[in-house]
C-alpha cells in the first residue's frame, strides 16, 4: 500500500503564492511519475504539472511560467511552488504517484487532495 498526503493549500489573495507538498509513503521500490491535479466545481480534473523520475516536467498552459514542480527522490515528495495566483487558480489540487512496490507490482495512487481558494 501506498498513502500520497498533500498539504500547503489555504486562502491566499490574487497575485499572491502558495506551496503545495506532497509525500508518497510505503513499501516503494521506485516513483516513476508524481503529477498535480486539480479539480474546480463542476469541472473535470485536470493536470497541472507533472514530474517523471528523470526530472522532466510537463505543465498545463495556463499555468506555464507561473507555477514550479520539482521532486526530493530521497523523500519522495514533490513540490508546487504557486506564485501569480489567479482566482480561476481555485479548486482541489491532488497529488498522484505512480512507480512500482517492494514486491515488484506497479502502483497508482492519489492523495486526498487540498483546498486552495484565491480571492480576488
Known amino acids: 500500500q501506498v498513502q500520497v498526503v498533500e498539504s500547503g493549500g489555504g486562502l491566499v489573495q490574487a497575485g499572491g503564492s502558495l506551496r503545495l507538498s506532497c509525500v508518497a509513503s510505503g513499501s516503494i521500490f521506485s516513483l516513476n511519475y508524481m503529477g498535480w491535479y486539480r479539480q474546480a466545481p463542476g469541472k473535470q480534473r485536470e493536470l497541472v504539472a507533472s514530474?517523471?523520475?528523470?526530472?522532466?516536467?510537463n505543465y498545463a498552459d495556463s499555468v506555464k511560467g507561473r507555477f514550479t514542480i520539482s521532486r526530493d527522490n530521497a523523500k519522495n515528495t514533490v513540490y508546487l511552488q504557486m506564485n501569480s495566483l489567479k482566482p480561476e487558480d481555485t479548486a482541489v489540487y491532488y497529488c498522484?504517484?505512480?512507480?512500482?512496490?517492494?514486491?515488484?507490482?506497479?502502483?497508482?495512487?492519489w492523495g486526498q487532495g487540498t483546498q486552495v481558494t484565491v480571492s480576488s
Open positions: 498522484h504517484a505512480r512507480g512500482v512496490l517492494g514486491d515488484r507490482r506497479v502502483f497508482g495512487s
Open positions: 514530474i517523471v523520475s528523470g526530472g522532466s516536467t
